[in-house]
């Protein structure tokens, strides 16, 4: 057989040396492929380069901001539930105390001996988060009065004593200075003849002093009863607090000013605070308990209950801390280094586990959010790449046959055709992979990496078949008429196949979504239930492919009775939709898709932000108060932007109805004013009902038991309710939990609880009056009265939750992916028309035979291609806005809304509506570039197609 050539192949030979395709080298014949093929190759290159980096960067970015994290939600969290607290109570005391005038130095202060052996406990990888621990050790509650024993003012004034380290750190001196170790006695004749004490520095808020009418330099004497004897103290100075909210001052609200503290019988008194040195805890404890002479008292204080703050440093906090954080709190409950024999017992009290519980699960939210991105443009990133090289592939099906019948191998033939366009895809993702490592900080895994291995060998891979189909077709070449019979129904058979193959794995996807739902959002990764948005894209484009044919052929029959022939032609065209349109088709729909899939997350999150933090807030903008007077709420509804204001009395309650006890948020307000101020908001609610008989009536949230007998439990008074309304809506947001309220009128609670009074404003303003208020450094400034305590809003709460690391994650990874799925479709879109542009040239080259006028090609580009591109725009964008519905048992919203776990994910029509016009303005663009570049062809190309049409 040597010397022979096998039929239909063209070789010479020339001195023994075959000539023709079949003697070129694999090198030689990729660069001359890269040659000839260079605007597939540089699509090619670009798509793979995008999407390595896409999916490089996005696992980083979600590294850094995971790590971000930890310190985002303990930052948010209450100041008791992000630190550790430490408490050891008073010691008993079975004495008398016994005045005398000869001052001792008391008992020792634990706080060293207690510090050093909590961090033991935590370990030094703990101990290098945490921020400032502080100590500090508090009287009860006590009589201040002047050294003549009388009052500072007439209705009486209460106040603890506390023993505060760190004070200095966190005020600004008003007047004075901080109070140091005490230096002198004084004796309390006036008061307790024959009672001499050390005379204690103490310091109070600006506030408080103004109330009381206290200076600097006051001598003052604290009175404290129960058997206990009076402490001279002195007034070194006033301040006040650098920053009301840092966690320094939330453990006793007394130190930063006056505060309601309510009483055992179930009324409230109000009390402040002296704040005296770490140093003066033996002094305090002497002067007030003091011991019968020739009696010493070793341990704690009898009159101090001592505690220890471990607050962490949120801006230290990373995601591989979480471990030894939670190691370090078994140890607590466990650890024999805070036994403490023959002393008081040492209670520890925390809320990071369920902190950090919260951070894990807001982790695992995110992670379902990104994959749904991730996993959806990663397989409309793998579509395009594959049409592109698919297309690549038909352009050049001429060459094939001619290669193979000059004698190239299979092998030489996939080298020329595909090695030129497709490979370099394969080095263009590992410089767009290096590139993301270089720009985006972070950590990533040896699983994207592979992902970026399989995204990149997809041109490769599809070029390759769609190159070994051409070589069949062209050996297998029989026009017979059975021959042509037996390829359309294998064709037809395949398709059937094909489409029931997709529609079984779109609903085991969505199946196993919704049965999954709740293992997924527990953080069970599962990249089948994350493709079931786009496998539902793809049955909507089959069913696009299916039905679309019969009301095109309806419109073109009804243009044929028209006059004009192009809008007939490129209907009866659009609607003979063939093979090659397929992909691209299915590359639009799944883009559409994928685009309102986006969109509509986007919208429910940022819906669900503003109903959380209305529900959170109260109206627009809540003002809290020691107490609002009619004076607050006339300076209140005097500044700009304000459209009204009323005052409410807001706390928890409880509703108690048999043996049911249902917490609530009561608030206590005018009913119809109310209404009126939250009209149109999502807190919108209905009056009350007619008043009847001697219960309070009440409009109540969902899941509030009501009934007969019914009771609302408030500052431990059981107040009956009478006639209820229910409001569903009716709810409010309290530490990310989901309470019912209970809404009743003011005037009549306080009728029935003297001991009520408003200490909320609720404000309907402005954006800039909101703002304003908020941007206070100062809110007792927000009234004249001076009684503010802190100001919130609705745009304020929506700033925190936005700011988030997850949040700003989220957003960026929505918006990026917005931008990739718009380049994607607009490319596949273009793919579109390259496919259907060389028998659309051919049939306008036989139409100008006929008469066709010139510049007429345009439309019929526009018809034939517009309406398959409308309705795949539509079909896409409805699965795309029906995905969140599918998929909703594994998306959690809460930790970038602030909202309760798992708000409701509604389908949006603006989504669905917004992503199909925009397909349709790409499709426009992308049938303008393409007469572009059909205007600006080659001649040669010309004169081909004429010379094939």
Sequence with gaps: MSGRTAPGRHVTTRGGRAEGVAALGARALALRALATSRAPAVVLALLAALTAAYLVATPRAVSVATDDAVGDTVAAARAQAREVGVRAAAAPSYDVPSPSETPGDGPAAPFTAVDEAVRSVLGPTVGRLLADPTWAAQSGSTTLTRTDGTTLRPDGSRAVVRVQSGLDDHVRWTSGAAPGAPSGTRSLAPVLRGHVTAEVPVALADATARFWGVRTGDRLVVQPGDRLLPLAVVVTGTFDPVDPTDGFWQAEPRMTGLARIATPQGGVVTEGAVVADASSYGAVSDGMARPVPGVVLAGDSTVLAASWRYPLDAARLRAADVAPLRDALVRLDTDSRLDRPGLSPLEVSTGLASVLDDYEASVRATDVMTTFATAGLTALAVLVLALTAVVAVARRGPEVALVRARGGTVGQVVGQVVAGSALPALVAAGLGAVLAVLLVPGRLGIGSWLEVVAVSLVPVLAGSVAVLLRVGAVERDDSSEESVRRRRLVRAARRVVAELAVLALAVAAVATVRRRGAEIAAGTTDWWAALAPDLAAAVAALLVLRLLPAPLRALARFASRRKGLVTFVGLARAARTG??????????????????????LTLAVQDQREVSAQRQVGA??????????????????ARPGVRGVVAAYVADATVSSGSRATPVVLVATDPGAYADLVAGTPLAVQGPPAASGQGLVAVVGPGVDAGDGAEVVVRGERIPLGRTVVDPGLVRLEAGRQVPAVLVPLDRLTALAPAVTPQTAFVAADASAARALTALRDPGAATPSGRVGAVDSVLAAQDRVADRALSRLVALTYSVGAVLA??????????LLVATRPDRAALVVRLRTMGLPHGLERRLAWTEVLPVVAVAALAGAAAGALAPALVGPAVDLAPFTGSAPFPPVDPSLPAA?????????LGALALVLDAAAASRGHLADHLRTGDTA
């Design 620 to 637: 627009d903008v809540r003002v809290d108060a020691v107490r609002v007077g009619d004076d607050d709420v006339r300076a209140l509804a």
């Design 913 to 921: 509506a917004g992503a199909a016009l925009l397909v349709l303005v």
């Design 579 to 600: 093979a090659s349109a397929t992909l691209p088709v299915l590359a639009v729909v799944v883009g559409a898709a994928m685009l309102a899939l986006l969109a509509s």
């Design 822 to 831: 718009g380049v994607l479709t607009l490319l596949a879109l273009a793919l």
